[in-house]
């Protein structure tokens, strides 16, 4: 069992998907557990195995559905349009109009949608960014080996109508083995599953291609010279006699 705790950066470019969701809230301890199942006190009073924040980020400010009443939302925070738009509201007040309140609308209406079509396309940018980080590829332990803290497949899947917008390249990674609690099976479900026994070198196929937001709590992440980090991870090994490591911090910089 590996305790560990979330960095800062994880903390600030991972979203939750409940806020009850994580056990490993900003300066709580998180436990792992490798090449043993889940014990019974991992799993909540409901029979649920702990679930974890992706690996996935998300800098986009926008989404398709969101867009549009949240741009308007962010705009009429500001003093100047809520000014402009009081004056013309005055302009449909008959005492007090002082031209065609046709005219002050329009302008109003292409400054908000030339800020619109601004803040829409910066906002793509940043979408196509994130979704380039989120792909890059990454490799995994896979093979007959299982992550216990990973749930299965079908969990990660979006249910309902979400599932027609659902993209995946099927690139899953790990095994996940985290589905049910020990009393509900009845026993220690094939215990030998999660062993990882002798030595998995690196030209090994129990290596499985995926991508870094389908890397999850508990993976072994094989890292190659010049890669780039793709998570928060703990150094269990690496190909040099000493057993040393260096890594470039630029991009944290």
């Given amino acids: 069992m590996v305790k560990t705790r979330r960095s800062w950066p994880a903390r600030l470019f991972t979203s939750r998907r409940r806020a009850d969701a994580d056990a490993d809230g900003p300066g709580q301890e998180r436990s792992v557990y490798v090449n043993t199942p889940l014990p019974a006190a991992a799993f909540d009073a409901r029979g649920r195995a702990p679930q974890y924040s992706p690996n996935q980020i998300r800098t986009a400010k926008y989404t398709v559905l969101s867009f549009v009443p949240k741009n308007i939302f962010e705009q009429f925070r500001r003093a ?7 004056l013309l509201i005055l302009q449909f007040v008959p005492a007090v109009t002082t031209g065609l309140p046709g005219l002050s609308a329009l302008a109003l209406f292409t400054i908000i949608a030339l800020t619109m079509i601004k803040d829409g396309y910066e906002d793509s940018k940043r979408s196509t960014s994130d979704r380039k980080a989120n792909r890059a590829p990454a490799v995994v332990l896979g093979g ?3 992550n216990t803290n990973k749930p299965p497949a079908h969990a990660l899947r979006p249910r309902g109508p979400m599932r027609l917008v659902w993209s995946d390249s099927g690139a899953e990674g790990s095994v996940g083995g985290a ?3 020990p009393a509900q099976t009845g026993t220690q479900q094939q215990h030998n599953r999660y062993r990882l026994d002798g030595d998995i070198g690196i030209g090994s196929n129990e290596w499985a291609a995926t991508e870094w ?12 010279d010049g890669d780039a980090v793709p998570a928060d991870m703990l150094l269990l090994n690496t190909s040099d ?3 040393t490591c260096f890594v470039e911090t ?3 910089d």
Avoid at 213 to 224: A, F, S
């Fill in 179 to 181: 589905v049910a609690h």
């Fill in 213 to 224: 937001r389908h890397i999850h709590v508990g993976d072994i992440v094989l890292v190659r």
């Fill in 250 to 252: 630029k991009n944290l």
């Fill in 80 to 86: 100047a349009n809520i000014y402009f738009l009081f």
């Fill in 144 to 146: 007959g080996w299982v």
């Fill in 241 to 243: 006699e000493d057993g």
